[in-house]
T-cell receptor, first 113, second 116 residues
Framework: DVKVTQSSRYLVKRTGEKVFLECVQDMDHENMFWYRQDPGLGLRLIYFSYDVKMKEKGDIPEGYSVSREKKERFSLILESASTNQTSMYLC????????????FGPGTRLTVT | AQKITQTQPGMFVQEKEAVTLDCTYDTSDPSYGLFWYKQPSSGEMIFLIYQGSYDQQNATEGRYSLNFQKARKSANLVISASQLGDSAMYFCAMREVNTGGFKTIFGAGTRLFVKA
């Protein structure tokens, strides 16, 4: 079974703090994704990576950065957390070929106060 | 314009009955894939079923089937014989192979409640 794990299920941070969210997958997937999920808006893509050290902006990259130093690990960084970044963050991975279905981690619910 | 539209924010169904969750999409890419995902209250999104734009037959996976009407640009999910464990959020999603690369676009979701 594909396993995608995220470093925290719940996180509370203060405004202005630097926040790291980590994601690890064990299926040798080339692609990895970070989404945020807000009620009524579905999932919105923040960044994705199709290879080590490669990244592309998604639909809402402002205020976020990412890092992929190893194939299995994809980190999302909030340089200076703000209250409007309070959300559920979902990491996913997929193969570069084939149908492209994504496998998701359990999510991190981040609250910025 | 919204590329994936799910018009039903919430749906109720009686246990053991069938339910259809609606999804319409918009794309000019002739090559695309359509997905449905389930998100239980635990939060983890689970891939359910896939339909490719060139697939001639509707996709089926166990109790899930996808009613694919290409001309109408609709990809409704049908769950047969609903179970209490089917209560969850359901998301329709699309990948535009030529124009979108690896990106997948998600709809806003439909919350399904299964009544005993």
């Amino acid at each position: 079974d594909v396993k995608v794990t995220q470093s925290s299920r719940y996180l509370v941070k203060r405004t202005g703090e630097k926040v790291f969210l980590e994601c690890v997958q064990d299926m040798d997937h080339e692609n990895m994704f970070w989404y945020r999920q807000d009620p009524g808006l579905g999932l919105r893509l923040i960044y994705f990576s199709y290879d080590v050290k490669m990244k592309e902006k998604g639909d809402i990259p402002e205020g976020y950065s990412v890092s992929r130093e190893k194939k299995e690990r994809f980190s999302l960084i909030l340089e200076s957390a703000s209250t409007n970044q309070t959300s559920m963050y979902l990491c996913a991975s997929s193969f570069a070929s084939g149908r492209g279905e994504q496998y998701f981690g359990p999510g991190t619910r981040l609250t910025v106060t | 314009a919204q590329k994936i539209t799910q018009t039903q924010p919430g749906m109720f169904v009686q246990e053991k009955e069938a339910v259809t969750l609606d999804c319409t999409y918009d794309t000019s890419d002739p090559s695309y894939g359509l997905f449905w995902y389930k998100q239980p209250s635990s939060g983890e999104m689970i891939f359910l079923i896939y339909q490719g734009s060139y697939d001639q037959q509707n996709a089926t996976e166990g109790r899930y089937s996808l009613n694919f009407q290409k001309a109408r640009k609709s990809a409704n999910l049908v769950i047969s014989a609903s179970q209490l464990g089917d209560s969850a959020m359901y998301f329709c999603a699309m990948r535009e192979v030529n124009t979108g690369g690896f990106k997948t676009i998600f709809g806003a979701g439909t919350r399904l409640f299964v009544k005993a």
